[in-house]
């Protein structure tokens, strides 16, 4: 019966911690949460996943907020703050230009089913992909949203009349990167920004070989992921109309 009690009191407390780290977060009191933190980490007691969300979120340290968000989905896969701390990282690695990482973590939380944040993982990995002109994986992830979340309030954006953004028909617009005339230079270049995970193509064009990369509805969509890629890459590139 003692142990019951000491149980229940234990339960008691802890319930009652992470309702003052609550209460905490949603005075935006962040002082508070971070001298929390650090007292426990000074002490090498592991802090709770809700203080470390709470802490992350509230932070103004960018790299502090990393950290506690990869502590709880390195070692606390159970958290009810693991798929969350996830789509932190995603937007995160996405700023970095990081997009293998950004996908690694938006690919966990589309499997894990989850039915809030599953579906705006599904939104941001497919602007992903439009974002480096990936128009395979693009069309693939739209698929496998509306099977998998058919009446999401995201899904209209995806209907036939607005998924050209994605799924292109002639006329299209392009990126054209490279024009040579060896067909092996151009498969060079090919193959360079493959590896970089761009949607990239080669044309041959009378007696040129053509390395293009991504295929877009309208000149407007080529042109905004242009301003990306050059912010990434150095090379000389510009929007062509294609069919």
Not at 153 to 161: L, R, V, W
């Amino acid at each position: 019966m003692k142990v019951k009690i000491l149980l229940l009191i234990s339960f008691g407390c802890i319930l009652s911690v992470q309702s003052g780290y609550r209460e905490l977060y949603e005075s935006g009191n962040s002082k508070a949460l971070i001298m929390m933190l650090d007292s426990l980490e000074k002490k090498n007691i592991e802090p709770s996943s809700s203080l470390l969300f709470y802490s992350a979120e509230l932070s103004d340290n960018v790299q502090k907020s990393v950290a506690c968000y990869s502590r709880i989905v390195n070692f606390r896969a159970d958290s009810p703050f693991y798929n969350l701390s996830q789509l932190r990282l995603a937007k995160y690695h996405t700023l970095q230009q990081d997009s293998s990482k950004a996908a690694l973590f938006l690919k966990r939380i589309i499997a894990a089913k989850d039915t809030l944040l599953s579906p705006l993982a599904y939104v941001s990995l497919i602007a992903l992909y439009e974002r480096y002109g990936d128009l395979s994986n693009g069309s693939k992830y739209i698929r496998d949203f509306q099977t998998d979340f058919p009446s999401s309030q995201f899904i209209s954006y995806y209907s036939k009349e607005k998924n050209g953004h994605t799924v292109s028909k002639e006329p299209f617009y392009t990126i054209q990167i490279g024009s040579f005339k060896s067909s092996e230079n151009a498969d060079k270049m090919l193959d360079e920004f493959k590896k970089k995970r761009y949607d990239a193509y080669k044309i041959t064009d009378k007696e040129l070989f053509k390395v293009r990369i991504g295929k877009f509805k309208s000149e407007d969509d080529a042109e905004t992921f242009l301003k990306v890629f050059q912010k990434a890459e150095s090379i000389p590139a510009w929007v062509v109309k294609a069919e």
